[in-house]
């Protein structure tokens, strides 16, 4: 099974040869939180997303 930071990763370079995208990565949390520190999502320019930032997503 492949990490899933390997797998947005992997989602962004399929998107990025055809459109903009943008990588988003949590920096910082305080407290409780679903998603850590280096928590990626991906997402396209026509709004398509992959990964997670909080406790939804992909």
């Known amino acids: 099974m492949e990490s899933l930071d390997v797998n947005v990763l ?3 370079i399929s ?3 055809s459109q903009p995208i ?3 990565t ?3 949390t ?3 939180s679903p ?3 280096g ?3 991906v997402i396209s ?3 398509q997303y992959h990964g997670s930032l909080s406790g939804g997503g992909y």
Do not use: K, N, Y
């Open 45 to 47: 320019s026509d709004g």
């Open 30 to 32: 305080c407290g409780s």
């Open 39 to 41: 928590a990626m999502r």
């Open 22 to 24: 943008w990588l988003c």
């Open 35 to 37: 998603r850590p520190p």
């Open 10 to 12: 992997t989602q962004g």
């Open 26 to 28: 949590v920096i910082t």
């Open 15 to 17: 998107w990025v040869v």
